[in-house]
């Protein structure tokens, strides 16, 4: 069975990852990656970790996440609500030789689509058995995000169907 944490805060998702020591050849995904250095900080110290993939919308971000990557990692440009997403990230995974992901990181990044679940309905057919989603979502007090009287994180994980 996947599981999903819903992380409100950057170090509550760094201990998180951090519980992953236990597991070997971990591989993560990052959606909305910007230069990479929000993954580099909260992956930094783990050696288990065998691949990151990020992606994210802008070249000119990813062009300069790939000229600081470490061997393990690989950025490229694609947009995450493109009709051909799901794809497309196939491709990577081909070229990369990855079966599924392990964790799955969004952060800062929900807030910003059009269409948030249909991402969550593909990240979910890419994840290996047992895999995690980390939320990290803020809360500018502006526009509450707790209560949640809309129930979209309810949506959300009712959309994911981790159950199967």
Partial sequence: MNEIKYICNSW???????????KKDVVVLDVG??????INLHTQGLDN????????????????ANSNAKDNQRFY???????DFYEKIC???DE?????????????LLMHLSKPFA??????????????????????????????????????IEISDFEK
């Fill in 12 to 22: 509550i998702l760094s201990n998180q990852i951090y519980k992953i020591v236990d």
């Fill in 33 to 38: 990656c910007n230069n990479g250095d929000w």
């Fill in 49 to 64: 970790i065998s691949k990151i993939i990020g992606i994210d919308v802008d070249p000119k971000i990813i062009a300069q």
């Fill in 77 to 83: 440009t694609l947009d995450c609500e493109s009709p």
């Fill in 91 to 93: 491709d990577i995974m």
């Fill in 96 to 108: 990369n030789n990855i079966s599924g992901f392990d964790y799955v990181c969004l952060s800062m």
């Fill in 119 to 156: 991402l969550i309905r593909n990240i979910h057919k890419l994840m290996k058995v047992g895999g995690r989603i980390f939320v990290n979502e803020e809360d500018d007090s502006l526009v509450l995000a707790h209560p949640d009287n809309n129930a979209i994180v309810g949506k959300f």
